[in-house]
């Protein structure tokens, strides 16, 4: 059986033997129900892992002892997704998939031709939903390294963030270089950049090309926004060795 993953605080994986409480410890006793002598992994999901049984369980905590320590190195080279905002909750079902595909940065961008608009609370509370989702995909496959959801980018922020690239790279359908072939860096960021449902438009790509991105095919079907990020990481994670 696979060992569950749940978040803890830096402080508590430091020492030998703690009380697992708070939101995450009460998850791992009354609703995982861990009982004495189950494993379980710890993490505060920027790379540090204690792996841990449990000693006592309580109703709402647990009471745990580290067998051992280690760390998860950050990925080389680190994969960035820029996702246009989807309809719906489609959006958060691009975070999930793009968490459990292993991709380190997604950026919400608020593209020209995006339907949905975040602004004011709206906009906060669909950033904290994004963050959420990304939180729990990630303890469920289990990733020690969180992805790191970043606030609402423009396109000049995005433009920013493709001229700092290794590698920036804009999917569209009408580019004539598919992804698989492109030549990947060692290390740095590689910046991929997914537009929404409307598509990435003419003005945006000439400010991205400026920007030293590339436009790249995905493949001869048209993927949904939601679904382009996922299936953009698994062809980059595997040409690129983390996988």
């Known amino acids: 059986m696979t060992v569950p993953v749940f978040l803890a605080e830096p402080a508590d994986l430091?020492?030998?033997?703690?009380?697992f409480g708070g939101p995450e410890g009460r998850h791992a006793a009354a609703v995982r129900r861990l009982r004495a002598g189950e494993r379980l992994d710890l993490t505060d999901g920027?790379?540090?892992?204690?792996?841990?049984?449990?000693?006592?369980?309580?109703?709402?905590s647990l009471r745990v002892q580290v067998l051992r320590r280690h760390e998860v190195p950050v990925p080389s080279p680190r994969l960035v997704v820029v996702q246009g905002l989807p309809k719906g909750?489609?959006?958060e079902l691009a975070v999930e998939m793009m968490t459990e595909a292993?991709?380190?940065?997604?950026?919400?961008?608020?593209?020209?031709?995006?339907?949905?608009?975040?602004?004011?609370e709206r906009a906060a509370k669909a950033l904290a939903r994004w963050r959420s989702t990304a939180r729990e995909a990630g303890k469920q496959s289990?990733?020690?390294?969180?992805?790191?959801?970043?606030?609402?980018a423009s396109t000049a922020g995005v433009a920013a963030l493709l001229s700092a690239a290794a590698l920036g790279v804009v999917l569209h359908e009408e580019a004539a270089s598919p992804l698989s072939g492109l030549p990947l860096p060692?290390?740095?960021?590689?910046?991929?950049?997914?537009?929404?449902?409307?598509?990435?438009?003419?003005?945006?790509i000439a400010v991205f090309r400026e920007a030293k991105a590339v436009p790249a095919l995905l493949g001869p079907t048209v993927l949904r926004t939601s679904t382009a990020g996922v299936v953009a990481a698994a062809v980059l994670q595997t040409r690129s060795g983390r996988w």
Do not use: H, M, N, Y
């Not at 292993?102 to 602004?119: E, F, H, L, M, S």
């Not at 060692?186 to 945006?204: H, K, L, T």
């Open 89 to 91: 909750d489609r959006g």
């Open 142 to 152: 289990r990733r020690f390294r969180l992805p790191e959801v970043t606030g609402l």
């Open 14 to 19: 430091a020492r030998p033997e703690f009380v």
């Open 46 to 60: 920027a790379g540090s892992v204690a792996e841990c049984v449990v000693i006592e369980a309580g109703r709402d």
């Open 186 to 204: 060692a290390g740095g960021d590689i910046v991929v950049v997914v537009g929404p449902e409307g598509g990435v438009s003419q003005e945006e």
């Open 102 to 120: 292993g991709v380190d940065v997604i950026v919400p961008w608020a593209a020209a031709r995006c339907v949905t608009q975040w602004k004011g």
